[in-house]
């Protein structure tokens, strides 16, 4: 479906719950209005419209009635649709960036996305990031980590880890590498992949071995707390600091800490 959207000649997203206008559609009050009511539509809550969003070169907006309130080419309705859904305006204009947003930041936008299958929030994501997964209904979130794990063996992006679980109560002393769901990630919509050795490309790469993940990265120990940082290779893209997850030595590896 991904690749449909992205062929087609235009796109239109019909937006049943956006109140029509009794102004002329291009006049400051229509946009006003606008500004005001298009953040509560449903559209922009569902999983499967993610890539009806992204994928089109050309988008065109209709309210209830049907009358065109906007389109995607249009750079004042590209910036209220980034303040609405937090994907920047250079995916939004050109859906050839997409493969250049780090994982984590491009997992942040299905945070707050609901899809009435459970299943279908792994689903919905298949072409946001060029893998594929066979569908199988009943497996529940289970779907969401096979989805991880494809993105695992299709890039070396290492802000795949970058997630941060805020909703289990503390202490929790472990908890495996990947997410459970997106909401995991939302506090990773600014993140931006950086070369912390330029000359040496594997330093951040790594593989699935038997339900493990093998890493070739940074990794600094606390002797504080007595753990290990992993260095991610990203951070946010107005901040310094490079984002790192915690770490625990046990007699078989390293497991990840439950907070970042």
């Given amino acids: 479906m991904f690749k449909w959207y992205r062929r087609a000649t235009v796109c239109f997203a019909y937006l049943s719950d956006l109140e029509s206008t009794e102004h002329d559609p291009t006049s400051i009050e229509a946009w006003q209005q606008l500004e005001a009511n298009l953040p509560g539509c449903r559209w922009f809550s569902r999983g499967w419209t993610l890539q009806e969003l992204i994928a089109p070169w050309h988008l065109d907006f209709y309210d ?14 590209r910036r209220l649709l980034a303040q609405i859904t937090r994907i920047d305006d250079n995916t939004l204009s050109n859906p050839d960036n997409l ?39 009943g497996e529940g979130m289970k779907a969401f980590l096979r989805l991880q794990e494809a993105v695992a063996l299709a890039t070396a992006d290492l802000s795949l880890f970058a997630w941060v679980d805020s909703k289990t109560p503390m202490p929790q002393p472990v908890r495996g590498l990947f997410a459970r769901d997106p909401s995991e990630f939302w506090q990773c919509h600014q993140l ?19 339900r493990s993940i093998e890493f070739r990265t940074n990794v600094g120990v606390n002797a504080k707390e007595g753990d290990y940082h992993l260095c991610l290779h990203c951070r946010e893209s107005r901040g310094n600091g490079v984002a790192v997850i915690r770490l625990l030595k046990t007699s078989g590896g390293f497991v990840r800490h439950a907070m970042r």
């Fill in 64 to 77: 209830h009635s049907w009358m065109r309130r906007g389109t995607k080419s249009s750079a004042a309705i």
């Fill in 192 to 210: 931006e992949n950086i070369n912390m050795n330029p000359n040496d490309y594997d330093s951040r790469s790594f593989t699935m071995v038997n």
């Fill in 99 to 137: 493969s250049s947003i780090a994982v984590g930041r491009r997992m942040s936008w299905a945070a707050h996305r609901q899809t009435t299958r459970t299943e279908d929030i792994a689903y919905c994501l298949l072409g946001i990031f060029n893998v594929n997964l066979p569908m199988i209904y």
